[in-house]
């Protein structure tokens, strides 16, 4: 890895943090060729401070270290991308990340989308919302509709309508998400039992 410390005459390359796990950016810092070196020697993430005028590691006063995970290398060389495994919360006023994020797993618009469903069982009639509608039947109906978009899926995987296949997966996975929410889970949940089994 060559990496030019050079290139902005100061002998510093942005370190941009991640979180190995859920792959959330925690933070950005400064790194020297002697921070770097002694990331990797300790194993802990360790940046050059340009307000203490030396070499910090990440949660020395705190005990919320950095622990490194690996360091990769942009196309120009001049920037890192350092994967960690966090203890405690990064940021110095208490939070997660420094944006003041939780450092949650995101499923991208899976997670946009049980949100979306949250609203409209929490805020709209059932008059309104389809969602809402089936929410206000009851586990029962709800359980009963996942049961029959599981069979259509079924039906349609048979045939060679790639299409339809797919329609009636987006429709599986959407009520699935419904019924989660109804036993008070979300993919979350589901997906910590998998990485368990993994």
């Known amino acids: ?23 959330n950016v925690l933070m950005l810092g400064y790194m ?17 401070s340009r307000t203490k005028n030396r070499l ?8 919320n270290v950095l622990s490194l995970v690996s360091v990769k ?3 120009d060389n001049d ?3 350092i994967q960690v495994n966090p203890k405690g919360p990064t940021c110095h006023k208490g939070t997660d990340t420094c944006w003041a994020e939780e ?5 991208g618009f899976i997670s946009y989308l049980e949100g979306v469903i949250k609203d409209r069982r929490n805020n709209f009639s059932p008059e309104e919302s389809y969602v809402s509608a089936l929410f206000a039947k009851g586990i029962n109906k709800l359980a009963q509709k996942v049961g029959e978009e599981a069979v259509e899926v079924v039906i ?9 296949f797919l329609n009636e ?27 368990n089994r993994h």
């Open 169 to 195: 997966s987006a429709d599986l996975l959407f009520h699935y998400l419904m019924l989660l929410q109804a036993k008070g889970y979300t993919m979350q949940d589901v997906v910590n039992i998998l990485k």
């Open 56 to 63: 910090w590691t990440k949660g020395e006063e705190s005990g």
């Open 103 to 107: 450092n949650l797993d995101s499923f």
């Open 73 to 75: 290398l942009d196309c």
């Open 156 to 164: 349609e995987a048979k045939d060679s309508n790639d299409d339809l």
């Open 1 to 23: 890895m060559k990496i030019d410390f050079n290139k902005n005459n100061d002998g510093l390359v942005p370190a941009i943090i991640q979180d190995a796990k859920t792959k």
């Open 32 to 48: 020297n060729q002697d921070a770097l070196e002694k990331t990797q020697e300790t194993k802990l993430v360790t940046f050059y």
């Open 79 to 81: 920037t890192l991308l």
